[in-house]
Nanobody, 123 residues
């Protein structure tokens, strides 16, 4: 079974930082592209950042470029999302997802999903 577990969410003030982790079990992570997605109440799920199997390709939403960084440590079966300079509009549930092929950073392209972790940016 493919399992992904997100962690690292929480409450942070505007301008602060969080690092999200996506830990995989049941498969070897280096065989999969990984994406981070988020969904705010009443909004569609959107792609935040995606990374290819080896990290040779990455994708960032325009809204997070220059603030978020995706990385992976295949030896630890973990993908990270470093989030800096957080804004209230970053508030959402953040999900990681996996798929064997990197096509586009779209929810429909990813088949295995975690349960999400809440990120709240507020003063």
């Amino acid at each position: 079974q493919l399992q992904l577990v997100e962690s690292g969410g929480g409450l942070v003030q505007p301008g602060g930082s969080l690092r999200l982790s996506c830990a995989a079990s049941g498969f070897t992570l280096d065989y999969y592209a990984i994406g981070w997605f988020r969904q705010a109440p009443g909004k569609e799920r959107e792609g935040v950042s995606c990374i290819s199997r080896t990290g040779s390709r990455t994708n960032y939403a325009d809204s997070v470029k220059g603030r978020f960084t995706i990385s992976r440590d295949n030896a630890k079966n973990t993908v990270y999302l470093q989030m800096n300079s957080l804004k209230p509009e970053d508030t959402a549930v953040y999900y990681c997802a996996a798929d064997e092929y990197f096509r586009a950073c779209l929810p429909r392209d990813f088949g295995s999903w975690g349960q999400g972790t809440q990120v709240t940016v507020s003063s």
